[in-house]
């Protein structure tokens, strides 16, 4: 069973920096597309970042020079580095990686970002 956990969330003050983590396991196949999603109280679920096993990266515009996605490659991990964090970047900050047609998700890691 196809299983991914996120780590690396937490409590941080406006303008620092957190690092988040995700490991999948259950595969002996490489996902060729990982990346986060994130959800705020009250929002609808929205894509972060993503990176394929090819190096290539999507970022949402509210992110953009700010977080940076690597990983994506064999050890089907993932990471997210997040600096000049917002107070609006506070969410719940999902793994998601699709293979053969199914989305699979982490449990989500909670960012806060006081102001």
């Known amino acids: 069973q196809v299983q991914l956990v996120e780590s690396g969330g937490g409590l941080v003050q406006a303008g620092g920096s957190l690092r988040l983590s995700c490991a999948a396991s259950g595969t002996i196949f490489r996902f060729y597309t990982m990346g986060w999603y994130r959800q705020a109280p009250g929002k609808q679920r929205e894509l972060v970042a993503a990176?394929?096993?090819?190096?290539?990266?999507n970022y949402a515009d509210s992110v953009k020079g700010r977080f940076t996605i690597s990983g994506g490659n064999a050890k089907n991990t993932v990471y997210l580095q997040m600096n000049s964090l917002k107070f609006e970047d506070t969410a719940v900050y999902y793994c998601?990686?699709?293979?053969?047609?199914?989305?699979?998700w982490g449990k989500g890691t909670l960012v806060t970002v006081s102001s």
């Open positions: 998601n990686a699709p293979m053969w047609g199914v989305d699979y």
């Open positions: 990176i394929t096993s090819d190096g290539s990266t």
